[in-house]
C-alpha cells in the first residue's frame, strides 16, 4: 500500500461525505437543531457504522450478500423505513417549537449508527472503492490502517459539520425557517428512504 492510494482514498471519501444524503442531511439537521453535543454524538454514530461496513466489505460480506440476497434486502428495508419514519416525525414536529430539554448524546449516537447501519449500499461503495484504490493482499496492519484513516476522518468532517452549524447564527436562522426547513428535511429524508427501499 503506498501513501498515494491512501490519499487517493482520502479524496473521494471527502467527496462522497459532502455529497447530498441521508447521514450528511442527518448530520446537518440535528446540529443545528439540537446542537453542537448532539452533532458531534450522531456524527461519531455515523462515522462508527461506515467502518463496520469497510470492515465488512474487507471480510468479503458482499459475496456473502450475494449468496444470501434476503439478508441485504432485510437490512436496506428496516434501513429505508426507520428513515421514513423520522422523515414523517420530522414533517409532524415541523410547527412545533423546539423541546427546552437537549437531545441526549446517547440516542443522537444511536440515531447515528442506525442512519448509516440502515444502507448497505454503503458497504458496496466501500467494496468498489478498496478494490480500485487498493492493491490485493493487504496485509492486517495496512487493513488496521485504513479502517482507522477512515473512521478519523469521517468524524472530522461530522465534528467540523457539527460545531459550524451549531453556531448562534446558523442555530438563529434555523428557529426562524424551521418550519420550513424541517418539512425540507423532511421531504429529502423520505426521499431517501423510498430510493433505498425501491432500489432505484
Not at 491512501?6 to 441521508?22: D, H, Q, V, Y
Not at 474487507?58 to 440476497?69: I, N, Q, Y
Request: proline fraction near 5%; aromatic fraction near 10%; glycine fraction near 8%.
Amino acid at each position: 500500500m503506498t501513501a498515494q492510494s491512501l490519499i487517493a482514498f482520502n479524496l473521494i471519501l471527502m467527496a462522497a461525505l459532502a455529497s447530498p444524503g441521508a447521514a450528511f442531511l442527518m448530520s446537518v439537521k440535528t446540529s443545528v437543531s439540537a446542537g453542537r453535543a448532539a452533532g458531534i454524538a450522531t456524527g461519531l454514530g455515523l462515522s462508527l457504522a461506515a467502518v463496520c461496513w469497510t470492515a465488512a466489505a474487507f471480510l468479503g460480506l458482499e459475496a456473502v450478500f450475494k449468496v444470501f440476497p434476503w439478508a441485504f434486502n432485510a437490512i436496506k428495508i428496516a434501513g429505508a423505513l426507520y428513515l421514513i419514519w423520522i422523515a414523517i416525525q420530522t414533517w409532524r414536529n415541523a410547527r412545533k417549537p423546539l423541546p427546552d430539554v437537549s437531545v441526549p448524546r446517547g440516542r443522537a449516537f444511536l440515531s447515528g449508527l442506525l442512519v448509516n447501519f440502515g444502507n448497505p449500499k454503503s458497504m458496496l461503495f466501500a467494496a468498489a472503492l478498496l478494490v480500485v484504490v487498493f492493491p490485493q493482499g493487504l496485509t492486517a496492519p495496512n487493513m488496521a490502517l485504513i479502517l482507522a484513516n477512515h473512521f478519523t476522518l469521517e468524524v472530522l468532517f461530522y465534528t467540523t459539520c457539527a460545531v459550524t452549524l451549531s453556531s448562534a447564527p446558523a442555530r438563529a436562522g434555523y428557529l426562524r425557517a424551521k418550519p420550513i426547513f424541517d418539512r425540507i428535511a423532511a421531504l429529502a429524508l423520505g426521499g431517501f428512504g423510498l430510493k433505498l427501499l425501491t432500489g432505484k
